[in-house]
């Protein structure tokens, strides 16, 4: 979750202080991403979920601004809040769904889509040409384009200087014969990133 979430942001976005962006989805993934654009000085730091415990953590995460997917038209809301739209919208969910409403919430001439999720294998992302014409980049990511011999060294760098938090992420620990229970609080939210500790009888 770290190399993906933060990679996008350091290695794919690249924005720089007190440029907007928005992180839709906010699972582990989508976490990091908001503390990654919470280290390089954006504002406002926009999460986006059907969730509100996830966007709750997103808050504790950075996030300056919380919009429910659910109860509200997440590209209008955004809108609301940068009318111009997003230096860069972050898509962390895996929906083609919200990698439309990302792309539509990038600001013209110059504003960025990062796509970041997986989507299920056979689905198909329509975009309207007109998105291109308007001066929008859709940029793709490999789990973040990290370099491991130099991008991990940051993030541990990060860590160790307390400027990335994992606490937040690091809470949901089972056992070896609780795997599938894991799974099942992942499917259901009530887990972040679920840690399987080996040690554990």
């Known amino acids: 979750a770290i190399p993906t979430g933060i990679g996008a942001i350091f290695n794919v976005a690249k924005p720089k202080a007190n440029q907007s962006i928005a992180v839709f989805g906010i699972g582990g993934v989508g976490l990091c ?36 997917a659910s109860s509200n038209d997440p590209v209008e809301e955004i809108h609301k809040i940068c009318t111009n739209g997003l ?14 409403q990302a792309i539509l919430s990038a600001r013209n001439q110059g504003g ?17 040409p007109k998105q291109f014409n308007l001066g929008k980049s859709i940029l ?19 860590v160790s200087s307390g400027k990335l938090n994992l ?9 070896l014969d609780e795997v599938n229970d894991s799974i099942d609080d992942l499917e259901k939210s009530k887990a972040i990133r679920p840690l399987i500790d080996m040690g554990l009888k």
Do not use: R
């Not at 230096?87 to 919200?98: P, Q, R």
């Not at 960025?112 to 309207?128: R, T």
């Not at 606490?167 to 056992?175: N, S």
């Open 87 to 100: 230096d860069f919208a972050v898509e962390c969910s895996g929906l083609t769904k919200v990698m439309q």
């Open 140 to 158: 793709g990511t490999w789990g973040g384009d990290n370099n491991p011999d130099i991008d991990f060294l940051k993030y541990i760098e990060l």
């Open 112 to 128: 960025s889509a990062v796509i970041v999720g997986n989507a299920p294998f056979g689905e198909k992302l329509v975009i309207d």
């Open 33 to 68: 991403a908001v503390a990654g654009a919470k280290i390089a000085g954006c504002s406002p730091i926009i999460a986006v979920d059907i969730k509100k415990e996830k966007l709750d953590l997103a808050g504790k995460m950075g996030a300056s601004h919380c919009i429910n």
């Open 167 to 175: 606490e937040i992420m690091t809470q949901d620990i089972y056992k």
